[in-house]
């Protein structure tokens, strides 16, 4: 007996029983077993941010690459199975301080470093536990306990390794410099962290006056967004070739920028350079001395403005490049958390937007201001906390990144990508990329061990925790981890004598990252370390080993990477730098990447609008197969529309596979049938066509995995199970019904295969079915049995019974178009191409219920022709009608390549409208290069097999409605009115298992069981 299935599958249940059943009795363990020693696959797991519960988007690529390690596996390979948590740096930092209710550094400090640290890393170990949690729903097989941390020493140490690495060839830089700043958590950003996040945004838009020194009556006039950069102001630009104008009004503006003004004089923007000027804010102790002129800039926009700009080089990537063209006073007017200093007189203390409405006022005043409204535009925000960034001068940590841009293009031509054309797109990010800003003004991250010392000007970079305590003049008692504060306890000796200190810094998150295809591999580790990677913050959390150089030899680089298409500039980016600095190489072979997750009705899924559906939420109502499902189906270049409506919609399709195992199995079991190994009789056509088809679809999926394709997986499981049930199971009905041994034996040998192969797609369904139609010898979990391995097929029995299919399924759409129900039997089918499928002429006719089908030309079509009036209207003038009466009386000739010969012209394709149609008493459907037509005339023969079908379609179903096994027989009674319908008495009773047919005076057919009470079934 195979256990029956429920009629509807609860995929949430099942899933529950599998995941079970997995624990209970150690599949994934017995899995690993088996492989090891097997062929390696290598594949590096990007770290998940443990700062909060997965969100929808994050099941896409734990999807992806649990689906591709199943695989491996199945095929035999050795696989590593190491999750990583990625777990220090603004993001947890941001996570802790909302949920302490801290909202600036100063908060931070005054709560103690070392608590915000504690804190931090008990956020880490809360969400690394509900991550694993859901991960595991999602049937994702990991090594989970083994994980890497990237706050472990272990990683930290790597790092200052690369780092050390960076500053012996010379890279690393103090970088004096205009930065964005994000003021509420008082750090720079990166060139990487600040693509794509911008939010339209509504500032002030002012027209200010700036009068000229030794020119009454005459001033400047500029455009800002931010008045809080005008105290900061030391100088205007123009464009040296525009033209200016003075307005009567006593304002220069561009001419160009102010075509109604009337003009009193024009000068070219060259002879205004060097012009002084009064400043907007002379009076605050920050200008005290500075000298405001006019300088040259060719790139002043004369779109947008006054073709006049107002720079403060302190407020200002490019007005700080022009400070050092032009030797300018650089005044910095905001402090780290974006307040004013003290020598802006009444601003002090107060926030870039505080002081807009107190400059607007004093601008009013003393009648500088033209104008002033307001503004929509694109702006820069963190991308962590959403605060708008402002530009602030900065001294950061930089890598240079010129000496390693080749080397990471060549390292990157060795790439495969997936799709392909991202290796583009990551070549073109290495081509732009700027220099790595590393460092972070921050508390919890990788703590830089940079120590400049002030007596010889050397700077030391410590390369490891050895040599930091080799060089260490104490404090190492208190160092219980490589964080702030206790790192910042040890201060070292310099080579000079001097003592030093470390700068406070801490490094970009990316570093922590990008370094885990040496930290975990055990790269130049000289001997193995058991749980030698657990230590500082992640002692207690894992039990990872460091494993020795060997070690890393056999895993690195790895096979394959997966994440999201953004980690282009972010994890691929960190990772191939570190690697190209350390080995020269990348430290990937192969790169699957897929774009964004929006809702269901394609906008981007955010909290605060209510549409964002979290993991543990997708888990509880989908379920993890149907995720998993629709994720594979998705093509990963477009971004993916996730939402309840698309999952009901699988989950729908998934019911084919499942009514087709069910048919199985109650057929199985009526019959007694248990599979063996080989056949249990000879095949018929259709069996071998199945098996044939059963090695087709093993081949193409295997195909799909080798190239990292999940829609192709998809596309071959869906067209094999709608041949296995509308064509296979459908053709062969009466097979089960007699209890057929061999049709028994071929349906369960394909849906077993079929099961294999879609396993790492849905690993629940997958070994719930199998674990139900497995034979008795076979592996208990689908995950233990061999890959099938593909052998030749008989690509010419394939490709019939494809055109059969075709044929079929034209001949259904001929019908639906002419309102034809299946169930009318119809005299006449013809077929025009698909010669192939012409052996199975009456398996077409039976499908199609058609009396005779034949090949050869169709001529069932009319061609009509009309002008196309736009085009030849105006072409033919006065001819047209002519044209048209010719067209319309069909006196035409059709030319090749679509054109029409009529009245003597030759008309282009583009000049008619050519449109086929059927005949009167055809209906017709064609795609490229099939036609098949069949004949809609009714006869008094075919309206009564009609009514037969009809009867036979209604008594099954009250059969069905009644709950009768698929064995029971039953008498039928009709009313005399369908006593002519008895003519067909036997056809009638073997399609509805009836022993008896009679009529009677009911007014409806009626059923009963036979043998039963009279009274009713
Ligand atoms: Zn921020
Ligand atoms: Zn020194």
């Given amino acids: 007996m ?100 801290l909202n600036s550094k100063r908060e931070i400090e005054e709560y103690g470093i070392a608590e915000f640290a504690q804190r931090c890393k008990e956020r880490v170990a809360k969400y690394a536990e509900i991550i694993t949690d859901q991960c595991r729903r999602l049937g994702m097989w990991m090594d989970w306990g083994n994980d890497y941390y990237t706050f472990s020493d272990t990683n930290i140490e790597y790092i200052w390794r690369f780092l050390k690495e960076c500053h012996e060839r010379g890279w690393l830089y103090k970088g004096h410099r205009s930065v964005e700043w994000c003021p509420r958590c008082g750090t720079s950003l990166s060139q990487h962290e600040l693509i794509n996040s911008y939010a339209e945004l509504t500032h002030p838009s002012l027209y200010v006056r700036f009068p000229l020194e030794g020119r009454q009556g005459e001033s400047l006039v500029v455009w800002t967004t931010t008045p809080w950069t005008l105290p900061a102001n030391v100088a205007a630009a123009v464009k040296p070739d525009a033209e200016y104008g003075l307005t009567d009004g006593g304002d220069w503006w561009a001419v160009e920028r102010n075509p109604d003004a009337t003009f009193v004089r024009r000068v070219r923007g060259e002879e205004l350079v060097g012009q002084e000027y009064e400043g907007p804010f002379d009076s605050l102790p920050a200008q005290e001395g500075v000298v405001h002129r006019v300088i040259p800039w060719d790139e002043v926009a004369l779109t947008e403005g006054t073709g006049i700009v107002h720079i403060a080089p302190g407020c200002g990537a ?139 000007g050397r700077l030391t970079v410590v390369g490891s925790l050895d040599e930091l305590r080799g060089r260490a003049t104490g404090g190492l008692e208190q160092l219980k981890e490589l964080h702030r504060p206790w790192i910042d306890d040890v201060p070292i000796r310099c080579d000079c004598g001097a003592e030093l200190k470390r700068v406070p810094e801490v490094g970009d998150a990316w570093l922590d990252a990008g370094i885990v295809p040496f930290s975990t591999l055990g790269w130049e580790n000289p001997e193995w370390k058991e749980h030698g990677y657990a230590t500082g913050a992640a002692a207690g959390l894992t039990g990872a080993d460091l494993p020795d150089h060997a070690y890393w030899e056999k895993w690195f680089p790895a096979h394959w990477v ?63 197969d149907v995720i998993r499902f629709m994720f594979c189906e998705h093509v990963p270049s477009q971004n993916l529309k996730f939402g309840y409506g698309p999952a009901a919609e699988i989950r729908r399709r998934l019911l084919t596979l499942w009514n087709s195992v069910k048919f199985f199995v109650d057929y199985a079991n009526v019959g007694g049938f248990r599979p063996g190994p080989e056949v249990p009789g000879e095949l018929q056509p259709l069996d071998r066509w199945l098996l044939e088809r059963t090695e087709q679809l093993a081949a193409e999926m295997t195909d799909a995995y080798e190239r990292y394709w999940t829609p192709a997986l998809i596309r071959a499981f869906d067209s094999f199970v709608d041949d296995l049930s509308n064509w296979y199971i459908r053709r062969s009905r009466r097979r089960f019904w007699n209890g057929d041994e061999v049709a028994l034996w071929t349906l369960w040998y394909a ?108 001529e069932a079509m009319e061609v009509r022709v009309k002008p196309n009036l736009p085009l030849l209207g105006p072409k033919l003038g006065k001819e047209l009608g002519a044209v048209r009466s010719a067209l319309e009386a069909g006196e035409f000739e059709q030319l090749a390549g679509g054109g029409v010969r009529v009245n003597g012209r030759e008309l282009a394709p583009e000049e008619v409208l050519v449109e086929r149609r059927p005949r009167a008493g055809w209906a017709l459907a064609e795609d490229d290069a099939v036609t098949v037509a069949v004949t809609t005339e009714l006869d008094d023969e075919l309206r009564l097999e009609g009514r037969v079908l009809d009867l036979i379609h209604q008594l099954n179903s009250m059969r069905k409605d009644a709950g009768l096994a698929l064995t029971d027989r039953i008498r039928v009674t009709l009313p005399a009115s369908l006593a002519d319908l008895l003519e067909h008495a036997d056809w009638i009773k073997e399609e509805v298992l009836a022993t008896e047919i009679a009529t009677d005076s009911v007014s409806e057919p009626e059923i009963e069981l036979q043998g039963s009470d009279p009274e009713g079934v």
């Fill in 751 to 858: 849906l077993v295969r079929s099961l294999q192969v879609i396993g790492p797609v849905m690993p629940f369904l997958a070994d719930y079915l199998w674990r139900r139609l497995r034979a008795e010898d076979a592996t208990d979990s689908v995950f233990l049995a061999p890959w099938p391995e593909p052998r030749a097929r008989d690509e010419q029995l394939l490709h019939e019974v494809a055109e059969v299919r075709r044929v079929v399924e034209l001949g259904r759409q001929a019908r639906g178009d002419a309102s034809i129900k299946l169930r009318q039997p119809l005299r006449r089918l013809v077929v025009q191409g698909a010669r192939s499928a012409q052996p199975h002429a009456d398996e077409i006719a039976e499908e199609l219920r058609v009396k005779e089908v034949e090949f050869g030309p169709v």
């Fill in 562 to 624: 997966s994440e999201m298409r953004e980690q282009i500039r972010l994890w691929f980016y960190s990772q191939c730098f570190m690697s190209v600095t350390l080995t020269g190489k990348s430290p990937y072979l192969s790169v699957l990447t897929y774009e964004k997750l929006l809702d269901e009705h394609g906008r981007e899924m955010h909290r605060s609008w209510g549409n964002a559906i979290n993991a543990a939420e997708a888990l509880q109502n989908i379920g993890a």
């Fill in 318 to 456: 490019e007005d700080f490049e022009l400070s050092r063209v032009h030797d300018l006073p650089v005044l910095t007017p905001i402090d780290e958390a974006g307040n004013f200093y003290k020598e802006y007189g009444e601003f002090e203390g107060r926030s870039t937007q505080d002081v807009e409405g107190p400059v607007v006022v004093e601008l009013e005043r003393r009648g500088l201001l033209v104008e002033a409204g307001s503004i929509v535009h694109r702006y820069p925000i963190c991308w962590r906390c959403s605060t708008p960034l402002v530009f602030r001068i900065a001294d950061d940590w930089m890598i240079r990144a010129d000496e390693i841009r080749q080397p990471m293009l060549d390292a990157n031509a060795t790439v495969q990508w997936t799709p392909d054309f991202y290796s583009k797109r990551m070549d073109d990010w290495l081509r732009n990329m700027g220099d790595w800003n590393i460092s972070r003004s921050r508390y919890f991250g990788l703590p830089l061990p940079f120590y400049p010392c002030d007596s010889c």
């Fill in 2 to 101: 195979f256990e029956p299935l429920p009629q509807y599958p609860d995929h949430l249940a099942l899933e529950e029983e599998i995941l079970a059943w997995w624990d209970a009795e150690h599949v994934f363990d017995r899995l690993r077993e088996r492989n090891r020693g097997g062929p390696p696959f290598g594949f590096m797991d990007g770290p998940i941010t443990a700062n909060n519960p997965m969100g929808a988007h994050h099941c896409w690529g734990r999807t992806l690459k649990d689906v591709f390690q199943r695989y491996k596996a199945l095929q035999g390979h050795d696989l590593r199975y190491q999750n990583g948590f990625d777990c220090q740096g603004l993001w947890v930092e941001v996570g802790v301080e909302r949920e302490l209710g």
